[in-house]
């Protein structure tokens, strides 16, 4: 019995042993002690976390800035809800813009933010 007992505690502690080896082996060389199924190309592409990015991928659709509504414009690359704000408070006290340069009178858009949205924007 005493010997049953010392090669069950044996091979337990060589089993355990053989683990810890193995899980450090993995973490020192970059190698998984478990095959790790890597994702496929489709899945990996299928996932966007940037929602300008993805609507503007899915939404060939311009922005109209005589019509858009703060949220709307809340939406794009570099506005928020400050400048949102700004930019329908500017078309309501002076009317609709007659050219997408005329975004840059409203306080808090330059050039260089004009230039960011350009692309995403449209007076139709």
Do not use: C, H, W
Request: proline share 5%; aromatic share 4%; hydrophobic share 40%.
């Amino acid at each position: 019995m005493k010997k049953d007992s010392a090669t069950i505690l044996i091979t337990a502690t060589l089993v355990f042993a053989a683990l810890v080896i193995g899980v450090l082996i993995g973490r020192y060389t970059g190698r998984s002690p478990v095959p790790v199924q890597k994702p496929s190309v489709e899945t990996t592409q299928s996932y966007n976390l940037d929602p300008v990015q993805d609507s503007a991928q899915n939404n060939t659709q311009k922005l109209n800035i005589n019509t858009a509504t703060q949220e709307q414009f809340d939406a794009l690359p570099g506005i928020g809800s400050v400048l949102a704000a700004r930019i329908v408070a500017y078309r309501d006290a002076n009317g609709p813009f007659t050219s997408i340069s005329e975004l840059t009178n409203v306080s808090g858009i330059g050039q260089e933010r004009l230039k960011a949205i350009m692309e995403l924007i449209t007076l139709d």
